[in-house]
C-alpha cells in the first residue's frame, strides 16, 4: 500500500491546502473503509473528493502570475494556439441571421478565449449582440478575468457573465442553450473529464460546437523526448524562480502527461454523444497541442 | 521489411489468432482501455525524505547557475538565495561540515536530536519574558525590530542525502541567530555581513560568494564603503577570535543565558549598530 504523506505548511506558499493525506492504516483496514475512488492529481493518486481542492489550491496560486507564466512556459506560442482555435471556430451572428449566440467558455478564467471570440465576431461579422457566459471553478481566476474585462470594450457590459461553475456539472446553466462550448487548456484539470464532457453535451443546443484547446502527445518520439525534457526539467525550475512555486508547476506538467492522448480523447468526445467529423483534431506545433472538435446533432 | 509497414495489421491478426479479440467490446473502448496503462517515462529517483526533490546533475548545473545570476541581479528575492545556498551546498562541504559537528559533543547532541527551528520550538511568548540581558531576549528583541520571525526558513529540498539535508537545514534556520548576537539588521548591507562572518567561521562556500560578489552591485558607494570599512573588519576579527564553530551551538538551550557572556565565551564584539548609523547619515545628507 504506498503511503501518502503530510506536506502541509513544508511549502513556502503555493498550496494551501495538504497536498496529500496521511492514510495511518494497513491494507486490511483500508479494504474495509468505504470504497474511495481514487484520481489522478499529476503523478500522484489522490481521493477524488480531493482533488477539486487540490486544483483550486494550484489555480489561486498561479492565477496572478498565470500570463507570464503561460508565456514563459510556451514561449508566447499560447497566444498563436488560441488565435488559430478562434479563427478556425469562425463564430459569429451572421448578418442576415436574427439570433444571436451564446457562448460558454469552460475554466477559461482569465478570458483570452472569451474576449477573442466576441472580438473575432465583431471584427468579420459585425456581430455585437452574441453573448459569451465565462465559466471557471476557481474564483479567483474569475476575478482575474473580471479585473481584464475593465479593460476592453465589454467592460461591465450585459453580454458577459462571469459565473464560478464546475465544468463536471454546469448546474446554473440550462440543457440545450449555448451554442458555441470552448475549453482551452482547462479540461486536463477535471477530475472526471468524461462527465464534462457529458455536461458539455447537455447544454449544447442541437448543431452546437464543442471545441477543447489542449495539451496532447507530441507523435514523433526524438522530438517527444526533447519536449519531456523540456516539461519536465525546465518548467519547474522556471515555475521556482519566476513564480516562487515549484509545487504547482510540476503539477501542471504531471497533469499533461496524464491527459489522453489524441485518438483516446477523440473517442472519450465521441462517448459522449458528438458527432466527431474526420480525425476529430487537428495537431498544433507537432501535438504539443490539439484543438478536437465535436457537433452535437 | 514488409513487417514495418504491415505493423498494425500483423499485431491484430495475431491477437485473433490468440483468440485475445473481444468481440463486445467496440474500438472506442478498447482504445480507452488502453490509455488508462500508460506510463511516465521521464521518473525520478525515489526521494529520500519528505520534501526531497531529487534533480539530475544537469538540472542542479542549470540551478546553480541560474540562482548566481539571479542572487546576483536581485538578492531581495528569497527564491535564488535559497536556490544557491542549496546548489553550493556540494557534498564534500556539507560531509566536512557535518564531521566537524560530529567530532563536538554538542554537536553530536544535535545531529542525534534533529530540533527543529519555528516560533513553536522556540516559545516566542516566554522568550518575551526573560531578562533583558538574555539570548532569549536579544534574540526576541531583534525579530520585532526586524519585524521577521523564525517561520520563514524555507525547508531544504534539492540536497540528496538525508543527514546532509537535516545539516544545511541547520545551518539555515541558525542564520538569524547570528544575526541577534551582531545585531545586524536584515538589510543587504546586513546580510552581506552576517555572510561574511558565515563564512569565515563555518565556511559555507554560497556566504563566500555572497561576500565576495554581492557589495559589486550595491547602487550606494556610502553603504559598500561603510560595508567594507567597518563591518568586513569587524567580522574578520571575530570570525579570528571565535574558537568554536557556531554550527555547534545548541542555541535552544542556552536562550537563558547572559548574553555578554555569551559573546565574550564566542569571542565576538558587537558590531556598530547598521540602523543607527545609516539613520545618522540620511539624516547629515537632509541637512547638507
Same mark, same amino acid.
Given at each position: 500500500m504506498s503511503c501518502l504523506r503530510v506536506q502541509t505548511k513544508a511549502f513556502t506558499k503555493g498550496f494551501s491546502m495538504p497536498l496529500t493525506r496521511l492514510f495511518s492504516t494497513g491494507p486490511q483496514l483500508f479494504q474495509a473503509e468505504t470504497d474511495t475512488k481514487f484520481t489522478d492529481f499529476g503523478y500522484k493518486q489522490v481521493p477524488e473528493a480531493d482533488k477539486e481542492k487540490l486544483v483550486h489550491g494550484v489555480f489561486s496560486s498561479v492565477a496572478s502570475s498565470y500570463d507570464v507564466m503561460n508565456d514563459a512556459m510556451s514561449m508566447g506560442i499560447h497566444r498563436i494556439w488560441k488565435r488559430h482555435m478562434i479563427n478556425k471556430l469562425d463564430c459569429?451572428? %451572421?448578418?442576415?441571421?436574427?439570433?444571436?449566440?451564446?457562448?460558454?467558455?469552460?475554466?477559461?478564467?482569465?478570458? =483570452?478565449?472569451?474576449?477573442?471570440? @466576441? #472580438?473575432?465576431a465583431k471584427e468579420k461579422y459585425g456581430d455585437t449582440q452574441s453573448k459569451m457566459i465565462v465559466a471557471?471553478?476557481?474564483? =479567483?481566476?474569475?476575478?482575474?478575468?473580471?479585473?481584464?474585462?475593465?479593460?476592453?470594450?465589454? !467592460?461591465? *457590459?450585459? %453580454?458577459i457573465k462571469f459565473m464560478v461553475q464546475n465544468g463536471e456539472k454546469l448546474d446554473a446553466i440550462p440543457d440545450n442553450s449555448i451554442d458555441v462550448y470552448t475549453v482551452a487548456f482547462g479540461i486536463r484539470n477535471f477530475t472526471d473529464k468524461q462527465a464534462g464532457l457529458n455536461s458539455a453535451y447537455r447544454v449544447l443546443k442541437p448543431g452546437g460546437i464543442f471545441a477543447c484547446l489542449e495539451f496532447s502527445k507530441v507523435q514523433d518520439p526524438v522530438l517527444d523526448y526533447f519536449y519531456q525534457i523540456y516539461s519536465f526539467s525546465c518548467l519547474p525550475m522556471m515555475g521556482q524562480f519566476i513564480a516562487n512555486d515549484r509545487e504547482s508547476y510540476q503539477y501542471l506538467v504531471e497533469s499533461i502527461r496524464k491527459h489522453p492522448d489524441q485518438e483516446t480523447f477523440a473517442n472519450m468526445i465521441r462517448k459522449a454523444g458528438f458527432y466527431v467529423p474526420g480525425k476529430g483534431y487537428e495537431n498544433l506545433t507537432f501535438g504539443v497541442a490539439a484543438i478536437h472538435v465535436g457537433v452535437k446533432l | 521489411m514488409v513487417g514495418y509497414f504491415l505493423k498494425d495489421s500483423v499485431k491484430l491478426a495475431d491477437k485473433v489468432e490468440n483468440n485475445q479479440i473481444d468481440q463486445n467490446k467496440s474500438n472506442n473502448e478498447l482504445v480507452?482501455?488502453? *490509455? *488508462?496503462?500508460?506510463?511516465? %517515462?521521464?521518473?525520478r529517483p525515489p526521494k529520500n525524505y519528505a520534501n526531497?526533490?531529487?534533480?539530475?546533475?544537469?538540472?542542479?548545473? !542549470?540551478?546553480?547557475?541560474? *540562482?548566481?545570476?539571479?542572487?546576483?541581479?536581485?538578492?531581495?528575492?528569497?527564491?535564488?538565495?535559497?536556490?544557491?545556498g542549496e546548489s553550493t551546498a556540494?557534498?564534500?562541504?556539507?560531509?566536512? @561540515?557535518?564531521?566537524?559537528?560530529? #567530532?563536538?559533543?554538542?554537536? %553530536?547532541q544535535i545531529l542525534r536530536d534533529r530540533p527543529n527551528i519555528t516560533s513553536e520550538t522556540l516559545n516566542l511568548e516566554k522568550l518575551a519574558s526573560y531578562g533583558e540581558n538574555t539570548f532569549g531576549r536579544t534574540y526576541y528583541d531583534w525579530l520585532k525590530r526586524e519585524k521577521v520571525s523564525p517561520d520563514t526558513r524555507v525547508p531544504v529540498r534539492f540536497i540528496d542525502d538525508e543527514e546532509l539535508a537535516f545539516v544545511f537545514q541547520r545551518y539555515r534556520q541558525c542564520h538569524d541567530f547570528y544575526h541577534a548576537l551582531a545585531g545586524l539588521p536584515i538589510t543587504r548591507e546586513g546580510e552581506i555581513a552576517v555572510k561574511f562572518f558565515e563564512f569565515l567561521n563555518i565556511g559555507t562556500p554560497f556566504a563566500g560568494m555572497g561576500a565576495i560578489f554581492a557589495p559589486w552591485n550595491m547602487k550606494k558607494r556610502s553603504q559598500r564603503r561603510r560595508l567594507l570599512s567597518i563591518y568586513y573588519p569587524w567580522a574578520i576579527e571575530s570570525a579570528a577570535h571565535c574558537k568554536n564553530n557556531l554550527i555547534n551551538i545548541y542555541w535552544e538551550k542556552i536562550m537563558d543565558k547572559d548574553v555578554g557572556e555569551l559573546r565574550e565565551e564566542l569571542g565576538i564584539t558587537k558590531p556598530p549598530d547598521m540602523r543607527e548609523l545609516r539613520r545618522r547619515e540620511r539624516a547629515e545628507r537632509h541637512n547638507k
Amino acid at each position: 500500500m504506498s503511503c501518502l504523506r503530510v506536506q502541509t505548511k513544508a511549502f513556502t506558499k503555493g498550496f494551501s491546502m495538504p497536498l496529500t493525506r496521511l492514510f495511518s492504516t494497513g491494507p486490511q483496514l483500508f479494504q474495509a473503509e468505504t470504497d474511495t475512488k481514487f484520481t489522478d492529481f499529476g503523478y500522484k493518486q489522490v481521493p477524488e473528493a480531493d482533488k477539486e481542492k487540490l486544483v483550486h489550491g494550484v489555480f489561486s496560486s498561479v492565477a496572478s502570475s498565470y500570463d507570464v507564466m503561460n508565456d514563459a512556459m510556451s514561449m508566447g506560442i499560447h497566444r498563436i494556439w488560441k488565435r488559430h482555435m478562434i479563427n478556425k471556430l469562425d463564430c459569429g451572428m %451572421r448578418a442576415s441571421s436574427g439570433e444571436p449566440l451564446q457562448f460558454l467558455d469552460v475554466a477559461g478564467g482569465t478570458g =483570452d478565449i472569451a474576449f477573442g471570440l @466576441l #472580438d473575432h465576431a465583431k471584427e468579420k461579422y459585425g456581430d455585437t449582440q452574441s453573448k459569451m457566459i465565462v465559466a471557471d471553478i476557481n474564483a =479567483d481566476m474569475l476575478k482575474e478575468g473580471e479585473r481584464r474585462s475593465k479593460k476592453t470594450v465589454y !467592460a461591465d *457590459s450585459p %453580454r458577459i457573465k462571469f459565473m464560478v461553475q464546475n465544468g463536471e456539472k454546469l448546474d446554473a446553466i440550462p440543457d440545450n442553450s449555448i451554442d458555441v462550448y470552448t475549453v482551452a487548456f482547462g479540461i486536463r484539470n477535471f477530475t472526471d473529464k468524461q462527465a464534462g464532457l457529458n455536461s458539455a453535451y447537455r447544454v449544447l443546443k442541437p448543431g452546437g460546437i464543442f471545441a477543447c484547446l489542449e495539451f496532447s502527445k507530441v507523435q514523433d518520439p526524438v522530438l517527444d523526448y526533447f519536449y519531456q525534457i523540456y516539461s519536465f526539467s525546465c518548467l519547474p525550475m522556471m515555475g521556482q524562480f519566476i513564480a516562487n512555486d515549484r509545487e504547482s508547476y510540476q503539477y501542471l506538467v504531471e497533469s499533461i502527461r496524464k491527459h489522453p492522448d489524441q485518438e483516446t480523447f477523440a473517442n472519450m468526445i465521441r462517448k459522449a454523444g458528438f458527432y466527431v467529423p474526420g480525425k476529430g483534431y487537428e495537431n498544433l506545433t507537432f501535438g504539443v497541442a490539439a484543438i478536437h472538435v465535436g457537433v452535437k446533432l | 521489411m514488409v513487417g514495418y509497414f504491415l505493423k498494425d495489421s500483423v499485431k491484430l491478426a495475431d491477437k485473433v489468432e490468440n483468440n485475445q479479440i473481444d468481440q463486445n467490446k467496440s474500438n472506442n473502448e478498447l482504445v480507452l482501455e488502453q *490509455s *488508462s496503462k500508460t506510463k511516465p %517515462r521521464f521518473t525520478r529517483p525515489p526521494k529520500n525524505y519528505a520534501n526531497h526533490i531529487p534533480l539530475y546533475t544537469s538540472e542542479k548545473i !542549470a540551478m546553480f547557475v541560474v *540562482s548566481a545570476i539571479g542572487s546576483f541581479l536581485h538578492p531581495e528575492k528569497n527564491q535564488y538565495i535559497v536556490a544557491l545556498g542549496e546548489s553550493t551546498a556540494i557534498p564534500p562541504f556539507l560531509k566536512h @561540515l557535518r564531521q566537524q559537528m560530529l #567530532d563536538d559533543p554538542t554537536g %553530536r547532541q544535535i545531529l542525534r536530536d534533529r530540533p527543529n527551528i519555528t516560533s513553536e520550538t522556540l516559545n516566542l511568548e516566554k522568550l518575551a519574558s526573560y531578562g533583558e540581558n538574555t539570548f532569549g531576549r536579544t534574540y526576541y528583541d531583534w525579530l520585532k525590530r526586524e519585524k521577521v520571525s523564525p517561520d520563514t526558513r524555507v525547508p531544504v529540498r534539492f540536497i540528496d542525502d538525508e543527514e546532509l539535508a537535516f545539516v544545511f537545514q541547520r545551518y539555515r534556520q541558525c542564520h538569524d541567530f547570528y544575526h541577534a548576537l551582531a545585531g545586524l539588521p536584515i538589510t543587504r548591507e546586513g546580510e552581506i555581513a552576517v555572510k561574511f562572518f558565515e563564512f569565515l567561521n563555518i565556511g559555507t562556500p554560497f556566504a563566500g560568494m555572497g561576500a565576495i560578489f554581492a557589495p559589486w552591485n550595491m547602487k550606494k558607494r556610502s553603504q559598500r564603503r561603510r560595508l567594507l570599512s567597518i563591518y568586513y573588519p569587524w567580522a574578520i576579527e571575530s570570525a579570528a577570535h571565535c574558537k568554536n564553530n557556531l554550527i555547534n551551538i545548541y542555541w535552544e538551550k542556552i536562550m537563558d543565558k547572559d548574553v555578554g557572556e555569551l559573546r565574550e565565551e564566542l569571542g565576538i564584539t558587537k558590531p556598530p549598530d547598521m540602523r543607527e548609523l545609516r539613520r545618522r547619515e540620511r539624516a547629515e545628507r537632509h541637512n547638507k
